[in-house]
């Protein structure tokens, strides 16, 4: 596993014997991606184009047949795969949860690692060895499946207010939706006042306008962040999880990077943060001050 520019991370696979590629963890994407120069490069065959969803638009993209990506030794066949420009991924390619979503995902965010399982399959990809922690196994928080896969989390709560939450590994930071403004704004003296718009970049090479804003209190799980910088947008994905209408939060990579390790285990749909830690990982409010 590596880091790349900023805090998302991404693991070494090949694609029909060929690589290694560097594909970036993502668990808010329903389906693996290939970057376009990794098509042309290894002439992988097209099919019927696709509708892909992403954060801030739906749109048609090219496809290509994938018989066999191998991951840490793990071969997975007959993938159909979209087709995004390199340049939008910053990538070769993106896992989704066509191929995640059968595991236990542990992130160890200070050693650059990820622990793969299932059924007995034991996978540990890159960095240095993971620490088990406790030898009592934390239930976690229970998380129900949306509409691609994607583990909803039942227990966040922000600014007090229940929110229904997810982890998209994939996303740079942490975006709420407009119903959890509307709702944080109504509790606060100063209307939780907006500082900013910022612009979003999609992988399918729309953008969209988001407000950055001050949460006083974010809690998931049993831990709490505390004073939390959040943007704010009405993003495409809240639509797709009919998450539109309530308050609604994507966790990204700038909140992963708060603990020790995530874990997200597909398999028992429950999602750990594990070992809150000082804040390492650049924030919003400190990209727009450089």
């Known amino acids: 596993m590596q880091a790349n520019l900023f805090t998302r991370i991404a693991a070494e696979v090949t694609i029909n014997g060929q690589g290694p590629l560097s594909f970036v963890i993502d668990t808010g994407a329903g389906s693996t991606a290939v970057a376009d120069t990794v098509a042309a490069r290894l002439a992988l065959p097209a099919r019927e184009p696709l509708m892909v969803h992403g954060i801030t638009a739906a749109a048609r993209t090219d496809s290509v047949q994938v018989d066999r990506l191998t991951l840490s030794g793990l071969g997975f066949r007959n993938l159909r795969c979209p087709v995004i420009p390199r340049e939008q991924l910053g990538a070769d390619g993106l896992l989704g ?44 928080i229970h998380s129900v499946r949306g509409r691609f896969g994607q583990l909803i989390l ?4 922000v600014e007090g207010l229940p929110t229904a939450a997810f982890v998209d590994s994939g996303a740079q930071y942490s975006i709420g939706n407009n119903a959890l403004r509307r709702a944080v704004a109504a509790r606060r003296p100063d209307g939780a006042a907006l500082s900013r718009p910022v612009p979003l970049y999609g992988v399918t090479g729309q953008t969209l306008s988001a407000d950055l804003a001050r949460v006083d209190q974010i809690r998931l799980g049993r831990s709490r962040l505390g004073t939390t910088p959040l943007l704010f947008a009405d993003l495409h994905c809240f639509e797709t999880l009919q998450l539109a209408d309530r308050p609604a939060l994507l966790i990204g990579a700038d909140l992963l990077g708060r603990f020790r390790q995530v874990t997200l285990d597909f398999t028992a749909n429950t999602v750990n943060f594990e070992g809150l830690r000082r804040r390492t990982t650049r924030t919003i409010e400190d990209e727009l001050l450089l």
């Open 97 to 140: 949860l066509d191929v995640l979503g059968r595991f236990r995902l542990a992130f160890n965010i200070e050693h650059q690692s990820v622990f793969m399982s299932a059924r007995g399959i034991r996978v540990l990809m890159g960095g240095e060895q993971m620490s088990t922690g406790s030898r009592i196994r934390q239930a976690g």
């Open 154 to 157: 039942t227990e966040t709560l």
